[in-house]
């Protein structure tokens, strides 16, 4: 298992009691091109999601349960939401907007709502945290290896339980990651900032400028997992964290 120095530390700083006795594991998983540091293999359920105008998308769970503590990866596959939109448009009422969007080439819309749904998955995960019986302690920008996102930490009124949580979208994928800790446990982000990106050969990336979905893709600065700045900035990795003490 390799995992970097402050994730490492981060590790050691935000588990305690039987989770302690655990082996953490780098999991990867090629086909969603994602690498993350849980407390044991996940296990993986193939589920679906649905966008914010209603299109129906193939997604896939990640979720490892230790004792009172929840760690989950979400990977939304958006990348076929085009047909799966325009499909779903042909049902919509005679004259209705989204069944037809804008026709030209530089309209937002699209049949079916295809085109705002994908600019919008970030935004639209994070108003769904937003949505839960909890208080928001903390929400800002971040970047994780140089592909943008939001970052969101709660405190969940029913037991007090402290989420931190952050989403991303990379080639047109939604990744939603989200760890849940007892009370008075410290505050988990060591679990979302251990992600990485990874290639079509396995191998894990930063890019040397920021990443963001849907424009051009910037140069990649490095692969293997070597000298991708990890440990450098408080979010590890390369990453944003939040501000201290939320």
């Known amino acids: ?22 082996e953490y594991v780098e999991f990867k998983s090629q086909q969603d091109r ?3 540091v849980f407390p044991a293999q996940p ?35 958006y ?3 085009q047909a799966i939109a ?19 080439a530089g309209s937002s819309t699209g049949a079916g709502y295809w085109k705002p749904d994908i ?17 928001v302690v903390f929400l800002g920008w971040a970047n994780m290896n ?16 402290r989420t931190s949580a952050a989403i991303y979208m990379h080639e047109n994928k939604l990744y939603v990651l989200e760890g849940t800790v007892p009370a008075g446990y410290p505050v988990p982000d060591f679990f979302q900032q251990s992600v990485g990106w990874l290639d079509e050969s396995g191998n894990e990336i930063r890019y040397l400028t920021i990443y963001h979905n849907g424009y051009p893709k910037p140069e990649i600065a490095n692969r293997g ?7 450098q900035g408080p979010g590890g990795r390369g990453g944003n964290a939040a501000p201290a003490g939320r």
């Open 1 to 22: 298992m390799r995992v970097s120095p402050v994730v490492s530390a981060a590790l050691i700083l935000s588990i305690s009691g039987t989770v302690l006795a655990q």
């Open 34 to 36: 994602f690498s993350i």
């Open 43 to 77: 296990k993986v359920t193939e589920t679906t999601y649905t966008s914010e105008f209603g299109s129906v998308l193939p997604a896939r769970d990640y979720r490892v349960d230790s004792g009172q503590s929840h760690f989950s990866v979400r990977v939304v596959d």
């Open 79 to 81: 990348n076929n939401i």
């Open 86 to 104: 325009t499909e779903k448009a042909k049902a919509c009422p005679d004259g209705a907007e989204t069944c037809k969007g804008g026709l030209g």
């Open 119 to 135: 600019e919008g998955a970030v935004i639209h995960a994070t108003w769904e945290f937003m949505q839960r019986d909890a208080k």
């Open 146 to 161: 140089l592909v943008e996102g939001h970052m969101i930490n709660l405190v969940n009124n029913k037991d007090k339980s």
């Open 225 to 231: 997992g070597q000298g991708q700045g990890r440990g």
